[in-house]
């Protein structure tokens, strides 16, 4: 049973293009939340989607921030016109039923912005 | 709301010794879960424990050791006769309810240095 998947695992983007996240849940999991952690610090939830849905997403920044959850596929955190305070490593986490406490992480996708 | 405090920020131990990384949380939440994840140079996130907040008893695995005080709101995480591989910032968490929804809360987290 694979665990949680996030490609690309390091990404490099210059200021104002776009960078998309993947994160593939578990098998059987339908819950998926995305964590930011800024350099030095402690993981920052961000956003909570069920398939098709966007349950949570008061952790997310209002502009160029977008989070999908398409009902076939891998979820996407979608990053336009990218900034240096943007560079961060980003961690996606699933879980079967919505229940936080078993959650699994990825091994998430660092974001450079140049 | 929820806040999770590890106040050592950087620690620095020599190999073999004890270490007891502290972590202290903030809740109105009757339930909740509490969480310790290793951090190792790496990055990726390696999950240690989970405790309930009804479950108060203390936990020990191999070498590490955990100490659940709920009258001082408190998780710490010891690790005896540490390791060069023990290595790592080691992250404690919160899950609660915020907002409506529940999520987990993270502390700033503590590197730990073990040299050998």
């Known amino acids: 049973n694979a665990g949680v998947m996030q490609n690309p695992r390091h990404l490099v983007r210059r200021r104002g293009q776009e960078a998309r996240l993947r994160c593939s849940p578990m098998?059987?999991?339908?819950?998926v939340y995305w964590y930011r952690q800024l350099p030095e610090e402690g993981l920052k939830f961000m956003v909570y989607?069920?398939?098709?849905?966007?349950?949570?997403e008061s952790g997310m920044p209002k502009e160029r921030f977008s989070a999908e959850f398409p009902k076939e596929g891998p979820s996407i955190l979608r990053i336009q016109q990218v900034v240096r305070g943007d560079s961060a490593a980003y961690f996606c986490?699933?879980?079967?039923?919505?229940?936080?406490?078993?959650?699994?992480f990825g091994p998430g996708t660092r974001l450079l912005v140049l | 709301a929820q806040k999770v405090t590890q106040a050592q920020t950087e620690i620095s131990v020599v190999e073999k010794e004890d270490v007891t990384l502290d972590c202290v949380y903030e809740?109105?939440?009757?339930?909740?879960?509490l969480f310790w994840y290793k951090q190792p140079p790496s990055g990726e996130l390696v999950f240690l424990i989970r405790?309930?907040?009804?479950?108060?008893q203390n936990e020990i695995s191999g070498r590490y050791s955990w100490n659940f005080q709920k009258s001082t709101s408190s998780f710490n995480f010891t690790i005896t006769a540490s390791q060069v591989v023990d290595s790592a910032v080691y992250f404690c968490?919160?899950?609660?309810?915020?907002?409506?929804?529940?999520?987990?809360?993270f502390g700033t987290g503590t590197k730990l240095q073990v040299i050998p």
């Open positions: 405790r309930n907040s009804f479950d108060e």
């Open positions: 098998k059987g999991h339908s819950h």
């Open positions: 989607l069920q398939k098709e849905n966007i349950i949570d």
């Open positions: 809740t109105r939440d009757t339930t909740y879960y």
């Open positions: 968490a919160l899950s609660g309810y915020s907002g409506g929804y529940q999520k987990v809360t």
């Open positions: 986490a699933s879980s079967p039923r919505g229940q936080v406490e078993t959650q699994y």
